[in-house]
């Protein structure tokens, strides 16, 4: 698979009373295609918040950024623009931010959480100074991660974001 120079095509999901700002690295190839964040079915983010919400998201991106704005959630990725080879974080270089605190600054976000130690890497290098809110990294839930982290202890990990809402 050939790296490539990948800027970022999707908005960010929020709006003014958003309280918790995700952020993944960058979209996946699969949502790129899809036009919506973690659309890959083997990535258990949604199914993971399904869980800590005790509730059905839904498949639409339209039923899913409902519930994220229902529940104060933001979403968006760290970076704007960077090469990477295919979904693989671990390739990523030459990494140029998203405009995190334009988010931040326009809503009620007092909590970020990273989704995967690249992605809280890459925050902290980027952003943190200029945001001034520490991230708090979680597991990834790519299929990629499948063998570190069951179900369950995404779940346990992914409770946080509940609680700071």
């Known amino acids: 698979m050939m790296e490539s120079r990948i800027i970022h095509p999707l908005a960010p999901i929020y709006d003014n009373e958003s309280r918790v700002l995700v952020l993944g690295s960058m979209p996946s190839p699969i949502s790129r295609s ?8 083997q990535n258990r983010f949604w199914r993971v918040l399904a869980a ?18 229902a529940n104060h959630i ?7 623009s960077c090469e990477i080879t295919g979904a693989r974080d671990e390739s990523i270089k030459n990494p140029v931010a998203n405009d995190i605190k334009s988010v931040v600054d ?12 690249k992605a809280g ?44 809402i």
Not at 34 to 41: D, G, Q, V
Not at 74 to 80: E, F, I, M, S
């Open 34 to 41: 899809k036009s919506f964040y973690y659309a890959n079915p």
């Open 52 to 69: 800590v919400f005790e509730c059905e998201i839904g498949v639409s991106n339209d039923e899913r950024t409902a519930f994220l704005l």
């Open 74 to 80: 933001a979403l968006w990725d760290v970076l704007y």
């Open 106 to 117: 326009n809503s009620k976000i007092t909590a970020i959480f990273t989704t995967g130690s």
């Open 121 to 164: 890497q890459l925050y902290s290098k980027l952003c943190a100074k200029n945001v001034k809110i520490d991230e708090t990294r979680l597991p990834s839930t790519s299929p990629a991660n499948c063998r570190y982290y069951s179900f369950e202890d995404l779940v346990r990990h992914y409770q946080i974001i509940r609680q700071c």
